[in-house]
């Protein structure tokens, strides 16, 4: 009998997560007005509060999960509130640390957009409109920066996951003899990347079944690029000892300093070693559509895969990542398996594009709706005025900051400019100024990343701890950057009153005893 009560009841069901039109217009009206006054007001916000974990933490209370519901127009306010104040905002003018772009409103619309049609953008029968826009998609960012428009390709996560997925293509694609993912036969599989790869390449190598053997690590020159003669040595040791080349990974635009390995030299050395090619380009990929891109940049055409980060510097919120392979038939050969649940192809006379074939995941959100949009908005030559925009900027801090006798410009490739901030009359004790400088720009990295006027990172260039600015932000102005070296040295000078007379007391305790 309580059965079939419940049964009628349903016949009106209304669930507690529903909502109706006008209410959902009411609350969509309120968040919208209030993210509108938040883009107008970000460049008078701090870059970020600074608060530590456990006072974030008290702000969202004590408490298990609730037995009853709260109107959600009292949780949509507090949770605009909790996440506007105590956020640290990568759109705002001022921050250039980890390479995540200012996200483009219209991919923020963009967003709520694809939420509200929830397609599955794992098969086209779940996902129709939604899998010819990645699809188009995946061709203009193809087209954007060079590569044939005919490869294949999707939307993931990020760079992490885009490299994996070229990783395993070429695994695939190269050493196809491999019997349990960890050797080729007797014949060990060995992976070329210079040393400043990104840790996507520790990852890839470890949850492949490698290992962190296969992974060789090729020295780089002055400049941060893989040196390719030492890439080629280095191969040819390898196959004299019995091991199986499969994969070199060239970087176009490292993390540290932006630097783009010499990708045509690598380029010929894969062909000569049948070797796959693939190039690591989630920051600097999209700056090969500037006319005067570089030879090493513009390279990457020659890659069998590329991995790229709309997220980075296309601009799109987060997440965002996006692999590139030139024949579309490594990734099915991958990815692609067929159990009995599926029924995907539904006997159309055309073949569509089932995405679950193409990468990892089976169920996959609708990324490209963001991506697209902001294309279509702004075009290549918006591109090309933003990306250019960046880097110019990048060379003006530069600039800037060797009119200051305080600061010490480092290096400068493509949006990345790194410095460090050396005080005047240090002692003359070379081996002891050298880690005393260490350690005061890494204290005044954390002391500047907490102050809220601007937000950077930093690098480790030839074991000097230095402080990196990585513009990928379209709000930046010229005024903004010319902000950071007054800021800099601000913070730098009360620093150095507070460390400078402790440490080397230290230093004189020390090479006394």
Same mark, same amino acid.
């Not at 963009?110 to 794992?122: C, E, I, K, S």
């Given at each position: ?48 509060? @600074? ?100 490869? @294949? ?39 070329? =990347? ?10 890839? $190598? ?33 196959? $004299? ?40 380009? $989630? ?39 996006? =692999? ?21 192809? @539904? ?108 937000? =950077? ?5 030839? @074991? ?16 903004? =950057? ?32």
């Amino acid at each position: 009998m309580k059965f079939l009560d419940q049964t009628l009841n349903l016949r009106y069901r209304e669930a507690p997560l529903d909502m109706r039109g006008a209410s959902f217009r009411t609350l969509g009206y309120g968040v919208i007005d209030k993210i509108a006054d938040l883009f107008d007001e970000l460049p008078q916000r701090p870059v970020t509060t @600074g608060e530590s974990p456990q006072a974030i933490r008290q702000l969202l209370g004590p408490g298990g999960l609730p037995e009853r519901g709260t109107p959600a127009t009292h949780l949509l306010e507090e949770a605009t509130e909790l996440l506007f104040d105590h956020s640290l905002f990568n759109g705002h003018p001022r921050f250039w640390g980890y390479i995540t772009a200012s996200a483009a409103p219209i991919g923020v619309l963009a967003d709520l957009l694809a939420a509200a049609v929830n397609p599955n953008v794992g098969a086209f029968m779940l996902s129709p409109m939604a899998t010819e826009i990645e699809a188009q998609t995946i061709r203009w960012i193809a087209d954007l920066i060079g590569y044939p428009s005919s490869c @294949g390709g999707l939307l993931v996560s990020g760079g992490n996951m885009a490299n994996f997925v070229g990783f395993l293509a070429a695994r695939k694609a190269r050493a196809s003899e491999q019997a349990d993912g960890s050797s080729v036969g007797i014949r060990p599989a060995t992976v070329y =990347v210079s040393q400043e790869t990104h840790t996507w390449i520790d990852k890839a $190598a470890e949850l492949s079944g490698l290992g962190a053997d296969a992974v060789r690590w090729i020295t780089v020159n002055a400049h941060q690029q893989m040196d390719p003669v030492a890439l080629e040595k280095q191969i040819i040791a390898d196959r $004299a000892a019995g091991c199986l080349p499969f994969l070199v990974v060239g970087t176009a635009g490292t993390t540290s300093t932006g630097a783009t390995d010499p990708l045509p030299e690598m380029a010929a050395i894969c062909r000569k070693y049948a070797l796959w090619f693939h190039v690591d380009g $989630a920051y600097g990929a999209p700056a090969a559509v500037l006319p005067d891109a570089s030879p090493d940049l513009l390279g990457l055409r020659e890659a069998d895969s590329i991995a790229l980060d709309p997220h980075k510097w296309l601009y799109s919120p987060l997440e965002a990542g996006c =692999v590139l392979v030139r024949d579309p038939r490594h990734l099915v050969e991958t990815f692609s398996h067929h159990p009995t649940y599926y029924n995907f192809n @539904g006997g159309m006379e055309d073949s569509p594009i089932n995405y679950h074939e193409f990468g990892l995941q089976n169920s996959r959100g609708f990324r490209a709706l963001k991506v697209w949009l902001a294309l279509r908005q702004v075009g290549r030559a918006g591109y090309r005025e933003m990306i250019g925009d960046d880097i110019a900027l990048a060379q003006a801090l530069y600039a800037a900051i060797n009119t200051y006798p305080e600061l010490q410009a480092v290096t400068q490739n493509l949006s990345i400019t790194t410095f460090r901030f050396v005080p005047l009359d240090l002692p003359h004790d070379p081996p002891a100024v050298a880690v005393y400088l260490n350690k005061l720009n890494e204290a005044l990295l954390n002391c500047l990343q907490k102050s809220g006027e601007a937000f =950077v990172s930093n690098a480790v260039v030839e @074991g000097n701890y230095l402080l990196r600015s990585c513009i990928v932000n379209f709000r930046t102005t010229l005024k903004d =950057v010319e902000a950071l070296p007054e800021i800099v040295i601000k913070l730098g000078r009360q620093l150095d009153t507070e460390m400078r007379s402790q440490f080397f007391s230290i230093q004189n305790v020390l090479e006394a005893v």
